[in-house]
Structures are given as C-alpha cells and as structure tokens.
C-alpha cells in the first residue's frame, strides 16, 4: 500500500510563512522524481515544484525566488516551504511522487493566505 502523507496547511495573512510536509514509503523514496501542485478553488490544478531523483529543480515562475522545494532523504519527507506568501497562494496543494511512469498523490492540505 502506497500513502503519502501530507500536513502543514494552514491560514495565514500575507507576507507570512508555511512549510509543507509530504511523506512517503522508503520503498518508493528513493526512485522517485516528486513535485508539488496546487488547486485554487475552481481553477486547474497547476505544477509549483519539482525535484528529481538526481535534485534537479524547477519552479512555476510565480513562485520563484518565495518556494524552495528541498527533500530529506532519511526521513522519507519532500518540503515546500513557502515564504513571503501572497493570496494568490490560496488553493489545495498535493505531492506527487513518480515512479516508473506511474503517480502517486497525496491527500492534499488547504492553504489559504488572507490580505
């Protein structure tokens, strides 16, 4: 059984910080690309970041220069951490990991930024 774990969402006014967790089986870690989307209510969900097996990077460029998505290898856990937050922010945010073509998806976790 594969489940990722997310957590860290939350409210927050503008300006402010979040860090997002996701956590997955050791199994699947280690081969995986594994990214961050996200969902704004109503809108198509859309890529935020990514970070390859060999941590490789890519950001939306709306979030370039406030996201680092980074990955603890021991711990099984991917990060967004999320500075200097704008409402535009505000939407579900998933992980996905990828592994020999195939997806896994975490629960998703509101984060909802406030003017």
């Known amino acids: 059984q594969v489940h990722l774990v997310e957590s860290g969402g939350g409210l927050v006014q503008a300006g402010g910080s979040l860090r997002l967790s996701c956590t997955a089986p050791?199994?699947?870690?280690?081969?995986?690309?594994m990214g961050w989307y996200r969902q704004p209510s109503g809108k198509q969900r859309e890529l935020v970041a990514t970070?390859?097996?060999?941590?490789?990077?890519n950001y939306a460029d709306s979030v370039k220069g406030r996201f680092t998505i980074s990955r603890d290898n021991a711990k099984n856990t991917l990060y967004l951490q999320m500075n200097s937050l704008k409402p535009e922010d505000t939407g579900v945010y998933y992980c996905?990991?990828?592994?020999?073509?195939?997806?896994?998806w975490g629960q998703g976790t509101q984060v909802t930024v406030s003017s």
């Open positions: 996905k990991f990828q592994v020999f073509s195939r997806d896994y």
């Open positions: 970070i390859s097996r060999r941590d490789s990077t």
């Open positions: 050791g199994s699947i870690f280690s081969l995986s690309d």
